[in-house]
């Protein structure tokens, strides 16, 4: 099976200057999540909601990249790890590149969003996920 990234698109942004507050430290919080296709059976994608809280701004960045299989998507792959684990691994890097590139063409200090490791990631996700239904 041949998986590769078909294209990938930044859906929202939402940039402020702090004009009159100054924050002492920085922030950062990730969300991922992963959807299939009703339309097309070889396509599945994923989405991130990334919202940083820097010294000097607030920016929140929204994003969906597709992924297209050469064959059609079966629900053993739907439970693996490659859409929660593999994919966001493989889509994080062009969308942390995005937010350094805007920040520092929008003339403040590059953010450098930290490497992910997307297995401890997913398994974070799903304790929660399984702590809330507890509840």
Known sequence: MKIQLDNWKVTNVNFEALKDKHREENSFDLSTEHFFSKKFNDS??????????????????????????????????KLSNFPKINAPAIAFPFLRAYVSNMTLQSGYDPVILPSINFVQFAKEKEEDNSTDSNH
Do not use: H, N, Q, R
């Not at 994003?63 to 064959?71: I, S, T």
């Open 44 to 77: 599945f994608g994923v989405g991130f909601e990334i919202e940083i809280k820097d010294k000097s701004f607030d920016l929140m960045v929204e994003a969906m990249f597709m992924f297209k299989l050469d064959e059609d998507i079966t629900e053993e792959f």
